[in-house]
């Protein structure tokens, strides 16, 4: 009798214990699950310490790698001090030695790719050529560029169909994407945009969708959740815009379950790039808590 009382109680205790072990358990689990997608870093969420000189351009990879454990970059091309062969090899020599891969380019201020000006456009596009040899030499799958335009929705809609199709047909030959991010103006629109793409009609021009950049001007704005599920289908890369964060680690301003779901269900299966842009906490602070978020919510819907 006093045995099977000494059980029952033994039998009790691994129970409680058990269930009190289960939360932790069930958190290292988590963790340990392969996500859905994979995570890399957008230069621009340090900018701030590039502008001030905190670091250099050629350290971005190393920093990456060994302050946040991520081995994917995005770069920005305004932070490039030169295009030629010397400096590419050097970036890339760093990148091979810490073991971080090359995903693409984001290129500003080389000119508007729906200008209705055809002179200018043209010109844009050109201004676009060292970037593609840029990131083949890198070893990057794409450039992001910016489908820009003065005139009616209709009149840079061409123009921008126009201009990426000019420089997605350069760039096939080296087997590098063209891939437009809503940024502003009609690009924020993911109807039009995706129009757009559509038009284009080359297998290496999509999409960067990015979740935070949804403000076609002062008084007008794109529903997000919307406009990224209209970019999903052309996507070749996605940016997870983030700034601010509430005590329990979710971004104030989206959703984020609702947003990586539309992304899980478009069926994408490629880089999520972490792109933090606040003010309430340091860049460094800011990239680590949009990872633990895309870590835990990609958790729950892996």
Known sequence: MKKNRRQFIK??????????????????????????????????????????????????????KNDFNIDAVEYVSTFFKSTNNE???EL??????????????????????????????????????KWIEAAKFLGCHSIRVNARGRGTKEEVAAAAIDGLGRLSEYASKDNIGVIVENH??????????????????????GTLPDFGNFRINLNESY?????????????????AKSRKFDEEGNETETDYFKMLKIVRDSGYRGYIGIEYEGREMSEDEGIQATKRLLERVGAELS
């Open 11 to 64: 039998n009790i205790f691994f129970t409680s214990a058990g269930l009190s072990l289960a939360p932790a358990l069930l958190n290292a689990y988590k963790e340990q699950k392969e996500l859905f997608f994979k995570i890399s870093l957008a230069q621009w969420s340090l900018n701030r310490a590039l502008r001030q000189g905190l670091f250099d351009h050629l350290d971005f990879p190393a920093k990456t």
């Open 87 to 89: 400096y590419l090899a």
């Open 92 to 129: 890339k020599k760093r990148t091979d030695t810490e073991g971080v891969k090359n995903i693409l380019i984001m290129v500003d201020g080389e000119g508007p790719l729906g200008d209705l000006d055809e002179e200018k456009r043209l010109q844009a596009v050109k201004n676009h050529y």
């Open 184 to 205: 502003g103006g009609y690009s924020s629109n993911g109807k039009w945009l995706s129009n757009v793409i559509k038009q284009v009609n080359l297998p290496n021009c």
């Open 223 to 239: 529903d997000p959740y919307l406009g990224v599920e209209e970019l999903m289908p052309f996507a070749k890369g996605v940016s």
